[in-house]
């Protein structure tokens, strides 16, 4: 049996304006799974309810932990990435790393000072000195130091240029080859199709998609349509227009071009748009 | 729970922290509201809990190796050992100023005197403070102000109520220099630190009751 680095049973938030219902999913160990959505589709929440940073309903089990039962043996084997290191901007990193080293019994300090060296921070400096850049590796470097064995990214690379995106992703897969599994929240889907081996697609709360990236990207392709009807006929799902007709996408065929995951984000949520507005 | 005391005062700690626990020496002022100085101690938690918001503190230590319920109770540790000093450093100023100061100076016209009993209710109000701060701000995390307006009012009403105390007269005991009425001080100064024990264990079960159901 595939051992699962972290499994999710109905997950649920729920808030005056928006509820997480009821999300369950596994992430196999070693593999690095995607969460994907729109803006407030409830990726961060997700992240922070796994965290119990927000309180929410539902099991979370980390590597077969119970994180209610075990929440600091949990925790040892997270590495939690935000989308930077925002906090205590007028301490030294150095300060930082040592606060957060007594936290991990199994703290690697030849292995930080090994991340420190290979991107190039200086220890003096005070956080507020720190790049978008600088912050976000700062995280990672505190993250795996300690020996993450399974890293939480809530959108990680969402202020790094492509370069330093490319890097990070780059970083992922080597870790990925040291047996580290990643759940990755982004809404920069070509991040994903780099390195995710699983899709998770949440849209508004709920999980509208789950599957290996491959499986998802061979069952869509895209196909633009000189006519609405001739879409309708297709069976295209979430035809909207575009400049020169329309365009949606089409399953069982090899019509059209293979899909992004972009676009099959795009025409999924406009699908859901216009049955919600048809069940009106 | 020892990682979480040290990462308080590494990164955590404000230096009034330090600076307000001088403030004890104020009991060697003649005639005056000794009581403030415990005002002073809440002011310096108030500046940690402050900056601790301002450096998203209890987000970042919450994703640490800890359990969420423990935050709180570091801070209260860390809040009850300055506490503690402040009280242990007043008493030491007391005793130098009972031993060097004239006899006339020792009685406060303005307060209560600066003996044993003082300690005690000095106690009690760093309590009362406790009790009204720790368990709204982590109710709701992101404030700060109400909780410390709210228990700064709290300890002022108590202050004045203990100076109103003095001038009863079953209380004037309570006023004369620790040479006499030695008995009633101390049981006035024990039954204050009993009374602070427990408003800080009940502030700090409050305070980790309800800040597990935060929302960070």
């Given at each position: 049996m595939t051992l699962r680095a972290l499994e999710v049973q109905n997950l649920t938030k729920v808030y005056p304006n928006f509820t997480l219902d009821s999300f369950s999913f596994a992430v196999e160990a070693g593999k690095i799974a995607g969460l994907i959505g729109r803006n407030g589709a409830g990726k961060s929440t997700t992240l922070k309810s796994i965290m119990r940073l927000i309180s929410s309903e539902g099991s979370v089990k980390v590597f077969g932990k119970d994180f209610s039962e075990e929440e600091g043996a949990v925790k040892e084997l997270i590495g939690y990435v935000g989308g930077?290191?925002?906090?205590?901007?007028?301490?030294?990193l150095s300060a930082v790393a040592k606060a957060v080293a007594g936290?991990?019994?199994?703290?690697n300090e030849e292995s930080f000072k090994r991340y420190c060296e290979e991107y190039a921070f200086?220890?003096?400096?005070?956080?507020?000195?720190?790049?978008e850049g600088m912050k976000i590796k700062f995280s990672l470097a505190l993250a795996l130091s300690h020996g993450a064995k399974l890293l939480l990214l809530d959108?990680?690379?969402?202020?790094?240029d492509p370069l330093s995106r490319e890097d990070f992703c780059d970083t992922l897969l080597t870790l990925k080859k040291q047996g580290v599994t990643v759940l990755f929240s982004t809404h920069i889907t070509s991040d994903l199709m780099r390195v995710a081996d699983q899709i998770l697609y949440l849209s508004d709360g709920t999980l509208l998609l789950d599957e290996p990236l491959e499986t998802l990207m061979k069952r869509y392709r895209l196909k633009r349509f000189a006519a609405l009807s001739e879409a309708g006929a297709a069976g295209a799902i979430g035809v909207k227009e575009v400049k020169k007709g329309f365009e949606g996408l089409i399953t069982g065929?090899?019509?059209?071009r293979e899909a992004t995951l972009d676009e099959i984000m795009i025409h999924l949520e406009w699908e859901k748009r216009r049955q919600n507005e048809s069940a009106h | 729970m020892k990682a979480l005391i040290k990462k308080e005062f590494s990164l955590?700690?404000?230096?009034t922290a330090f600076v307000f626990?001088?403030?004890?020496?104020?009991?060697?002022?003649?005639?005056?509201?000794?009581?403030v100085i415990f005002f002073f101690s809440g002011l310096s938690i108030f500046f940690i809990s402050l900056s601790a918001r301002e450096n998203g503190d209890l987000a970042f230590t919450c994703s640490?190796?800890?359990?969420?319920?423990n935050v709180p109770l570091a801070r209260i540790i860390v809040a009850a050992t300055f506490q503690c000093a402040l009280l242990f450093l007043t008493a030491i100023c007391i005793v130098i100023k009972q031993a060097s100061f004239p006899e006339a100076l020792l009685v406060n016209q303005a307060g209560n005197s600066a003996n044993l009993a003082f300690c005690g209710f000095g106690a009690l109000v760093l309590g009362a403070f406790n009790l009204a701060f720790f368990p709204l701000h982590f109710l709701r995390?992101?404030?700060?102000g109400v909780p410390f307006i709210i228990s700064s009012a709290a300890q002022f009403v108590l202050i004045g109520l203990l100076i109103l105390i003095r001038h009863l007269p079953f209380a004037?005991?309570?006023?004369?220099?620790?040479?006499?009425?030695y008995g009633i001080k101390l049981a006035v100064l024990l039954g204050g630190l009993c009374l602070y024990f427990l408003m800080t264990s009940l502030a700090a079960y409050l305070s980790m009751k309800r800040f597990e159901k935060v929302d960070l």
């Open positions: 930077g290191f925002r906090f205590y901007p007028n301490k030294t936290f991990y019994p199994h703290w200086i220890l003096s400096k005070k956080v507020r000195e720190l790049s959108e990680s690379t969402s202020g790094l065929s090899e019509e059209g | 955590c700690l404000h230096p626990l001088t403030f004890a020496a104020l009991v060697f002022v003649p005639n005056y509201p000794y009581e640490l190796p800890v359990k969420k319920r995390p992101n404030t700060v004037a005991p309570l006023a004369t220099p620790d040479f006499a009425d």
